[in-house]
Every structure is written in structure tokens, then in C-alpha cells.
């Protein structure tokens, strides 16, 4: 629940915070900023990497309350941890060194050099002190440090408002984001541990490597996530500098955190799905349908919306015409938040029965795709080349390899059923979103000098009509979609009776 509220409150300042930021700083820091935040992504790879291999091999000591087992994979990844944020930190200076050259800079060399520090440098550090943390979400027990990471982002986001809207150097934001790392993890780490207090005795065998061998494979799959949805900024900012960085980065912030609402409401019981596989009993294929029905359902409704609205919401949003998004755009971006969406009930079954192992090739070859394919269509269509990329990427090698590993080893079932699935819902989310289209041009006839109060109440009506739509559609066409609605409303009346 907390996570929830943060994923709608977040984004809701955040939007605030990127118009005030690019008025008071300029689109071209902006772009920096956001170039910036998306190399330090590869140099902190490790951290969901670690997070996913780590909790896999925990699920069943932790489960049958097998303490040993729990501190001999603790202590053997600690050490890895350690390990790795020393090198995070020596090559966080040697790529600041060098950023300088990717495009042409806002500001000095040095200046470059000193924000890209500031801003990565926590990271590294963080490595020393997240250990904990991975074991209280493993033991789905992560609402004990979710309330205050959550806080703490949400007084981050507040604290950068302040500063932006007080004209205060643009250092204090460097400040603000450094110090969110480093007071979440710290705090993680002492409720963590507070909670466990039996990790900090030795372990009879403190030379288990069962965390180093699973991390190289989890982290080959993270590399492959971060190159299909992180490389963006780096290709637009070397080849068309970081104005159309911060345009483009724009356009990402906003289709970004509406996805992530999604994503956060589908994988916030994976632990509890990846325990599920564990219980022989457990019809797991029949949650997996209900779960798949429900990810479908809401990337529909949010891909749709985003979709049509966007072309008149993101200019009047960031009050610059330089903003303004073609419809092509718009529809890969929105066809990209139903993929990413879909594919989680996948991705978490593939991940809860440790198969990213076997996923290994696919993930190189996912991207490579990414990378070659923005790099060659950036520099014949522009913008539209990059989220294109993204698009085939996903579509053409993610969407042939996956399902079809999840339903030949955990499912035992035809892969061509899965694909079918898919195909009715993405043609009920076409269809959908083309009507939906058609009635926003046509009978809502919106238009940008209407005003934003005028912009927004359509922006919600739309959402609505979209939201009851498809939720008709689904009721009567999928039993399982309604299975779950009956499964949702026992648990709320349960709760209430209590």
C-alpha cells in the first residue's frame, strides 16, 4: 500500500519539479542531468542484479526458517558487495573524466567532471551498507523499510521544489540527490538489521559462493534491461546534444512513471509468487492466468490514455512548444507501457524459478538489438528512431524467448497459448485506443489554448470512460478477470469484518 501511494504521489511533484527545473536551469542542464543519471545506471548494475539473485536464493532457507543457511549466503554476498563498490567508486572517477567529451557541455570541464561525482559517488558507497536490506525483502517483510524509503523520496522530491522554486544553485540539487542514497540505505540497513539482529554472527561455512554464482547470471539480465531502457539519453545526447536529451528525457519522465504505477501494482507480490512456486499444491498456472488478465487490464487503460493525451499534455505541461510530441511518438511510447506491463507476470515467474539463468544469450541479444537499432534509426528519424528501437527490441527478441521458456519449463504448456492471449488483448487495447482517439479529436475536441484546468478535467473524463470500457470488456469476455475481482472483493470484506 505504501508503495502505491508513493508511485501515485511521486510522479504527481515530480511532473512539478521538471517544468520549475528546466525554466530556472535550462533544457540543456536538464539534458546533462538526465544523460548523467542513466550512465550511473550502468555503473550501479549490480544493485537489482544482486537484490534479484540474492532473494531467489533466499526464498527457502528464510521459508523453513534455516538461519545457517541464511547467514552463510549473507556473509558470502556481503563480501561481494564490499568488493563491488570499490570498483563502482574507482570507475565512477574514471568515467567522470572522460564524460566531458560524449557533448558539448553547459558547463566547464571541471564543473562536468564535479556533477557527475556528486551524483554517482553515493551509489558506490551504498554497496556498504545495503546487505540487510535484501534479506527483509526476501522475507516479504519489505513494508518494514518501505514506509521510510518511501518518505524520503517523497521529502527528496519536496526539497528539490524548494530549492528550484528559492533560485538556489543548482549544487543544492546534487546535494539533495546524494543524500537521499545515502540516508535511505543507512536507515534500510539499521531496520534491517534491527529486525534480524542474528546477521551479524558468523556463520559456520563463511565461503559460500552460492550468491556469486547466481549474481553473474541475474546481473547478464539486468545489463539487458538496463541497455533496452537506459541507453536512450547517452544516444540522443552524443548525436543530437542535450537539449533534445531533455526533450526526449521529458517524454520518457512522463510515460516512465505512469508505467512504473503499473508495474509497482503487478510486481508488488512477486515475492509472494515466487514463494508460491515452492508449494507443490499450488495452482500456480491458474494465479499466473488471473495475474496475466490483470497486468493486461491495467496496461490498457493506462497505454491508451497516455497515448492519446500526450501530443496536447507535454507542451502545456513544460510551457515550451519545444516540447511538443508527434502522434507516432506517442504511440510507441504507449505501445512500449503495455509491453512492459504485460510481460511482468512472465518475467517474475521466470525470475521466481531462477530461469534468468537460461536467459542469458537472450538478454545479449536483446541488448545488442537496442543499442545497434538506436544508434542506425536515431540518425534517420530522430526521436522517433530511438523509442522505435525499444519497440523492436522488446516485440521481436524479448517477446519470441521468454514466454516460451516460462511455459515449456514451469508451466509444461504450449508457448503458441501464451501468444494468443497476448493478440486478443493487444486487438481489444488497439481498438480501444483507436476509438478512444477518434472520441478525444472528435467529440472532446480538446485543444492546448482551452486551458490546463480545461486540459486536465478532460485528461481524467477520458481516463475514466477508457477505464470503464475496458473493464466491461474484460468482465465479459475473460472468467478468470473476474475470478480475481471476487478474490480482490473477499479480501477487502475480510479486512473490513476484522
Request: hydrophobic residues 50%; glycine residues 6%; contains cysteine.
Amino acid at each position: 500500500m505504501v508503495s502505491t501511494i508513493a508511485a501515485l504521489v511521486l510522479p504527481l511533484v515530480g511532473f512539478v519539479k521538471v517544468s520549475l527545473f528546466v525554466r530556472l536551469y535550462g533544457s540543456a542542464v536538464n539534458g546533462l542531468q538526465l544523460t548523467i543519471a542513466q550512465v550511473i545506471t550502468f555503473l550501479n548494475i549490480c544493485e537489482l542484479a544482486y537484490s534479484l539473485a540474492f532473494r531467489q536464493l533466499l526464498y527457502k532457507p528464510l521459508a523453513e526458517g534455516d538461519r545457517e543457511t541464511v547467514k552463510s549466503i549473507y556473509h558470502g554476498a556481503c563480501k561481494v558487495f564490499r568488493m563491488t563498490g570499490v570498483i563502482c567508486i574507482l570507475a565512477s572517477i574514471a568515467v567522470a573524466l572522460i564524460f566531458p567529451s560524449l557533448s558539448e557541455s553547459p558547463f566547464s570541464y571541471w564543473e562536468t567532471v564535479g556533477t557527475f561525482l556528486l551524483l554517482a559517488l553515493p551509489y558506490g558507497i551504498s554497496y556498504f551498507l545495503m546487505g540487510p536490506n535484501f534479506v527483509i525483502m526476501a522475507d516479504q517483510k519489505e513494508y518494514k523499510i518501505n514506509l521510510w524509503i518511501q518518505t524520503i523520496s517523497v521529502c527528496r522530491m519536496g526539497l528539490m521544489v524548494f530549492a528550484i522554486l528559492m533560485k538556489m544553485p543548482f549544487i543544492t540539487i546534487l546535494i539533495i540527490e546524494g543524500l537521499n542514497i545515502l540516508i535511505a540505505n543507512t536507515l534500510s540497513r539499521f531496520i534491517a538489521l534491527r529486525a534480524y539482529p542474528w546477521l551479524k554472527e558468523a556463520p559456520q561455512n563463511p565461503d559460500d559462493r552460492s550468491f556469486q554464482k547466481k549474481a553473474g547470471y541475474a546481473m547478464v539480465q539486468r545489463l539487458s534491461e538496463l541497455a533496452t531502457t537506459q541507453t536512450d539519453n547517452i544516444v540522443v545526447s552524443g548525436f543530437m546534444g542535450y537539449v533534445m536529451s531533455s526533450v526526449y528525457g521529458t517524454y520518457s519522465y512522463l510515460t516512465d512513471n505512469i508505467g512504473k504505477i503499473t508495474q509497482t501494482m503487478v510486481q508488488s507480490p512477486m515475492n509472494s509468487f515466487g514463494n508460491l512456486f515452492n508449494d507443490k499444491e499450488a495452482d500456480s498456472f491458474g494465479v499466473f492466468t488471473e495475474f496475466f488478465n490483470f497486468a493486461t487490464y491495467v496496461s490498457t487503460i493506462v497505454a491508451c490514455t497516455i497515448a492519446i493525451v500526450m501530443p496536447q499534455f507535454v507542451p502545456v505541461w513544460m510551457g515550451d512548444p519545444l516540447y511538443s510530441a508527434s502522434i507516432p511518438i506517442c504511440f510507441f511510447f504507449g505501445l512500449n507501457i503495455f509491453y512492459m506491463t504485460m510481460r511482468q507476470p512472465v518475467i517474475i515467474a521466470r525470475d521466481a524459478n531462477g530461469l534468468y539463468v537460461n536467459a542469458k544469450n537472450n538478454a545479449w541479444l536483446l541488448a545488442g538489438v537496442k543499442i545497434v537499432l538506436s544508434v542506425i534509426l536515431v540518425q534517420k528519424l530522430g526521436l522517433l528512431g530511438v523509442v522505435l528501437a525499444t519497440t523492436i527490441a522488446y516485440w521481436v527478441v524479448d517477446f519470441s524467448y521468454n514466454p516460451r521458456l516460462v511455459y515449456d519449463r514451469v508451466f509444461h504448456r504450449p508457448s503458441k497459448d501464451y501468444y494468443f492471449l497476448v493478440a486478443t488483448r493487444l486487438g481489444i487495447t488497439l481498438a480501444i485506443g483507436l476509438c478512444g482517439f477518434w472520441f478525444w479529436n472528435h467529440v472532446m475536441n480538446v485543444n492546448i489554448a482551452d486551458g490546463r484546468m480545461a486540459l486536465i478535467l478532460n485528461i481524467i473524463l477520458l481516463g475514466i470512460l477508457i477505464t470503464a470500457v475496458t473493464t466491461v470488456i474484460y468482465w465479459v469476455a475473460y472468467r478468470s478477470f473476474r475470478h480475481l475481482f471476487t478474490r480482490l472483493m473477499g479480501i477487502l470484506k475480510r479486512r473490513r469484518n476484522s
